[in-house]
């Protein structure tokens, strides 16, 4: 028997540990990685049943021109001609490469690299911009840099679990398994804030189901108790952190108990109960995921949870942290390369010393000066006419992306469009003009960095079949057909990995916390045998910050006001993930046994709510809002609350005629993070 392939699962960034046997032609047998630090050898039912994704069934074999079969040199001579003829007549501003948390850490260097220090623009962004760039940039207003405070270890050492805007046990399972072993054995205590009870909170100490996007005002109110209980610490403020003129003013406002059950819309005695649990064990962890960023003030409400754990010095110290828990497998790691349009690489933002820096390392010929388009912006300039060519990888925004159909129309007019994916058949391939094979998982050779800053190797555990490439031997073909070749001549993943380690160390003198000067000259035996490795130590744990003073900053974060709902949209609709299925099902949809936990989307509402439109369990009803419309099956749920709905992200028109959710979200963003407000669209229903 073949021995086992130490990898990491491709879903969440919770980043476990898989061992992967191969157990026949295209079979692998897929258990959980003892050695790995993330999971210890545990799996969810999404990594557990990887082994039934692994087929050739849909896949994308050999480069395509439109519907024809094509060499690779046709199809990359192509896109190198588009692209260089689309720069030629418009200028660099008029491409796009549209990326992916799916993808290697090395293979968004080599993207990022070439759009940024050789094409001339910062239009490269990634999906991850709709899953948690409010964290990034509550971060860097908070911290400096884009650096979690946390790691798992934190989950083994709290008394205290706050969960904001996150469905762990479906979306984090082996976190969730985590924090239940800690309340088991230290008897900690959870607190769930959701809007919707979900199973995250069968087991909570307290469930607060606050009024939706009242996040603010809540943490508002839990620091402004914290001030009146002597719980804020007025020497570690002094010494380590900033605090804006007026900010305890802003604080105070509002802030009393019956002001802020009001604004919550929670009763008093259960926000009480909270700040109760908060004042009682210091050794508190908040995690925080897309009920919290995927909001239209989600930078604010990401600021004000870090605030409260600021001001009473709960960070930097065993079990005591705010944690933001990333969506994708590789968030974390295209955050470290810059794959953001909003960041240049290495956690450097677009400041002329970090230009210059790294135009230097890399010897660019032409590197671009400032950010670039991001998600939603960047679609609106292809609809718009000004992106002329794009290069999607390895996601499906004809999909995911709020307000979908119009994004459909913009690829749909788009004079160029290409798109590099595992399957032969996705939403967004529909529009290409281009269609590159992309390695699927278990294929791929890289890296990944999880949630708690974890780098982790995938490894190759599957021959590549037919004629698909590594995203990055892709991307370097294109830059080297462009006339690049010597800057990226990556001879495998490790040439890349090295290059970005010394990339984040280069002319560092301790400016920014990322520093891989341990693996810059790192052997290739070095890098196959890498061991899961955190970057950086405790961070904070001295109190100091990568800020020019090195002081933390607290941050300013108001309530916004709340409207009321509109006479001819009457609900809000929320959406998010089931436990076994992810992103838009290209890999879980060829699970038998996932799709039988939730066979079909769901319309979730409220007993109230259903009787009010006319609705019982199992009718179908058409949820509409100003943007589109899709069919659903009603679940009619005391989890929900009244005046809410509740849609799952997946289903799109390759599986089913509804449960089209992503068209129905505005493409409205938080004015720091350019996140769309996924989580409160009015809507309404009705059977059909
Ligand atoms: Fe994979 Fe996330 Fe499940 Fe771990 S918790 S097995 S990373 S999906």
Redesign the pocket.
């Known amino acids: 028997m073949s021995d086992a392939i130490r990898t990491t699962?491709p879903?969440?960034g919770?980043?476990?540990g898989v061992r992967a046997t191969p157990a026949g032609d295209r079979q692998l047998r897929i258990e959980g990685d003892p050695e790995h630090p993330a999971?210890r050898g545990k799996?969810?039912s999404?990594?557990t049943h990887l082994g039934e994704t692994v087929g050739l069934g849909g896949r994308l074999l050999h480069p395509m021109i439109g519907e024809k079969r094509a060499s690779w040199d046709k199809a990359l001579d192509l896109v190198v001609k588009r692209f260089n003829d689309t720069i030629a007549r418009h200028g660099p501003e008029s491409v796009a490469f549209y990326v992916s948390g799916q993808l290697l850490t090395e293979d968004y260097y080599v993207a990022n690299k070439l759009m940024k220090g050789f094409i001339g623009t910062s239009n490269i962004d990634t999906n991850s911009r709709l899953c948690m760039s409010s964290a990034v940039a509550g971060h860097i207003r908070a911290f400096g840099e884009d650096v979690v405070s946390a790691s798992y270890d934190d989950l083994d050492e709290a008394d205290l679990f706050v969960l904001v805007g996150s469905n762990t046990a479906w979306c984090?399972?082996?976190v969730y398994q985590r924090i239940q072993a800690t309340r088991e054995k230290r008897g900690a205590k959870l607190v769930v804030i959701d809007p919707r009870r979900t199973e995250t909170c069968e087991d909570a100490d307290l469930h607060l189901a606050i009024r939706p996007g009242s996040d603010v005002a809540l943490m508002n109110g839990l620091l402004a108790h914290c001030l009146r209980a002597g719980l804020v610490d007025e020497e570690y403020l002094a010494a380590n952190v900033s605090i804006p003129q007026g900010f305890w003013d802003m604080i105070g406002q509002g802030s009393d108990l019956w002001s802020t059950a009001r604004s919550c819309d929670v009763a008093p005695e259960q926000l009480l109960r909270f700040y109760e649990l908060f004042a009682a064990h210091p050794r508190t962890v908040t995690l925080f995921s897309q009920g919290i960023n995927q909001a239209l003030r989600g930078t604010d409400q990401v600021n004000a949870v870090i605030n409260v754990h600021l001001a009473t010095n709960r960070i930097g110290k065993p079990g005591s942290a705010p944690f933001s828990i990333t969506g994708q497998p590789n968030a974390m790691g295209g955050r470290e390369v810059g794959g953001l349009a909003s960041t240049l690489a290495a956690h450097m933002d677009f400041a002329p010393e970090n230009v210059a820096r790294v135009g230097r390392f890399w010897s660019a010929p032409r590197m671009a000066t400032k950010p670039g388009l991001k998600a939603v912006d960047m679609f609106r300039a292809v609809e718009e006419g000004r992106i002329k060519a794009i290069w999607v990888m390895a996601t499906n925004p004809a999909v995911s992306m709020p307000d979908a159909n119009r994004v459909r129309d913009a690829l749909a007019a788009c004079p160029f469009v290409v798109v590099s994916d595992v399957m032969a058949d996705t939403d967004t391939g529909r529009f290409a003009h281009v269609r590159l094979p992309a390695a699927a998982w278990a294929e791929k050779d890289g890296t990944v960095t999880n949630s708690e800053r974890r780098i982790s190797r995938q490894r190759q555990a599957l021959p590549l079949p037919g004629e698909v490439k590594p995203d990055w031997w892709i991307i370097k073909e294109v830059a080297a057909r462009m006339g690049w070749a010597s800057a990226f001549a990556y001879g495998g993943p490790a040439d890349i990995y090295r290059e970005h380690a010394r990339l984040t160390a280069y002319d560092n003198k301790g400016a920014r916390m990322l520093d891989l000067r341990d693996h810059a000259a790192i052997g290739n035996p070095a890098y196959d045998a890498m061991e899961p490795v955190r970057w950086g130590e405790r961070s904070f744990a001295d109190g100091r910050f990568p800020t020019p003073d090195g002081k933390a900053r607290l941050v300013s974060t108001v309530q916004a006001a709340l409207a009321d709902p509109l006479k001819d949209w009457p609900l809000t609709l929320n959406t998010g993930r089931y436990r076994d299925q992810w992103h838009t099902m290209t890999r879980t949809g060829l699970s038998p046994k996932l799709a039988r936990h939730r066979e079909e989307p769901l319309v979730e509402i409220h007993p109230g709510d259903a009787g009010r439109f006319g609705l019982e369990d199992g009718d179908i009803a058409r949820v509409a809002t100003p943007q589109g419309q899709s069919l659903f099956r009603v679940g009619i749920s005391e989890g929900q609350r009244p005046g809410e709905i509740f849609t799952p992200i997946h289903w799109t028109d390759r599986q089913s005629t509804g449960g089209r959710t992503g068209l129905l979200p505005r493409p409205l963003t938080d004015p720091h993070s350019g996140q769309p407000g996924f989580k409160s669209t009015p809507a309404k229903v009705e059977k059909v």
Request: glycine share 14%; hydrophobic share 20%; aromatic share 8%.
């Open positions: 699962c879903y969440c919770v980043g476990c999971n799996l969810c999404k990594g984090h399972p082996i």
